[in-house]
């Protein structure tokens, strides 16, 4: 029977993990043992849990990769017990970092975590990192830097408590003015815009969760017209489904630190704006050197801490992409609000919200 050493504790928001495999181990009796598992005709009980899993051959022996609502290594070692495994996969099994997974699993955990969030009808998050439920919305949004006018022109279930900051305060939006929200969420920043812009402008908002999406048409919908010069649309920060030289102002929210093509964010991002356009993002930077093990966990992927770049190299990014008068100016006092996001992570000492602004000439 396989067995279990040097496991690490999984995250509850983990949708995702690796499970390593001795090198003497042949990839096809694993194969067999995973259909098996499957289909449930193994009487693990692990496969209501399974919403996909491969096996891969690697230098160091298989990998099982498993995603799922609920899985970790502890699970996926309990069905190797419980099955019956071939006396050749006799070793150890280790675990690998959750934040190893692909890119591709990465953003499927993102999309997941904020769909649940954005299902969770009349609860808002405790900020971006965290995503508990039963916080008071106005709370959230005063510690992140909305005015209690502000809080109060937005429909209800619009203010989710997951930003760290208030980028329509450093926006300076006129009336007129095209304005993209990327991770537009359930539409707080949109609406806001909304009421600067006036109808003579426009406010578009992507978001790559369909759930969000949802929620904010919902929410749109439910004031009448008054939001007409607002739409939401399904896509990716990466691959914005805009016009080239179309917005004048740029907005988001605690999003672009989810990404892992940074840098395609903000080609994007200068490729829609006009001459002139320009950034208000809040979004959480690094003040130092991130340790690889906290960088690798997706659980702190999804929460907005392990995928934030630093200061300097966000700077780097928007210059080499063309924007001038970058600015990154950390925001006082977020060390506080971001510990509460995850009080045992010693990740939050790592990392503070920033306002990011830069202009496309």
């Known amino acids: 029977m396989a067995k279990m050493s040097e496991i690490d504790n999984p995250q509850p928001e983990s949708t995702g993990v690796r499970v390593q495999l001795s090198p003497n181990v042949p990839v096809e009796p694993i194969q067999t043992l995973v259909d098996t598992c499957t289909t449930g005709s193994c009487g693990c009980g692990c496969a209501a849990n399974i919403e996909a899993i491969t096996v891969e051959g690697a230098p160091d022996g ?3 990769h498993v995603q799922g609502p609920l899985v970790s290594v502890e699970s996926i070692a309990e069905a190797l017990a419980h099955c019956e495994v071939p006396d050749m996969i006799a070793g150890q099994v280790g675990s690998m970092p959750a934040g190893r997974l692909s890119t591709a699993a990465r953003q499927t955990a993102i999309q997941e975590r ?13 900020g971006c990192g965290c995503g508990e439920v039963g916080a008071d919305a106005d709370v959230l949004g005063a510690q992140l830097g909305y005015t209690p006018d502000e809080l109060a022109s ?3 279930g619009a203010n989710l408590g997951l930003g760290c900051g208030n980028p329509i305060a450093i926006a300076s939006l006129k009336p007129g003015e095209t304005v993209l929200d990327l991770g537009s969420g359930a539409g707080l920043d949109c609406f806001l815009a ?3 812009v006036g109808d003579h402008g426009r406010v578009i908002g992507v978001d790559m969760t369909p759930a969000m999406i949802a929620r904010s048409r919902h929410n749109a919908q439910s004031q009448g017209d008054r939001y007409a010069n607002v739409e939401f649309r399904l896509g990716e920060i990466e691959h914005l489904p805009v016009a080239d030289a179309s917005v004048d102002v740029i907005l988001s929210n605690c999003v672009i630190n989810l990404a892992s093509n940074k840098r395609q964010v ?3 991002a200068y490729r829609v704006l006009k001459s002139g356009g320009r950034l208000a993002i809040s979004d959480i930077v690094a003040t130092r050197e991130i340790p690889p093990d906290l960088r690798e966990d997706v659980a702190l992927w999804t929460g907005c801490m392990a995928g934030a770049a630093s200061i300097g190299e966000i700077e780097t990014l928007l210059t080499n992409v063309g924007f001038v008068a970058v600015s990154i100016v950390p925001q006082s006092g977020s060390h506080d609000v971001i510990r509460e996001w995850g009080p045992n992570t010693p990740l939050t000492d790592y990392v503070v919200s920033a306002a990011i602004e830069g202009i496309k000439p």
């Open 114 to 126: 904020y769909g649940r969030i954005a299902e969770m009808a009349d609860q808002v998050g405790c």
């Open 266 to 268: 903000f080609q994007e």
């Open 194 to 196: 909304a009421r600067q």
């Open 62 to 64: 298989p990998q099982i």
């Open 154 to 156: 937005v429909p209800s």
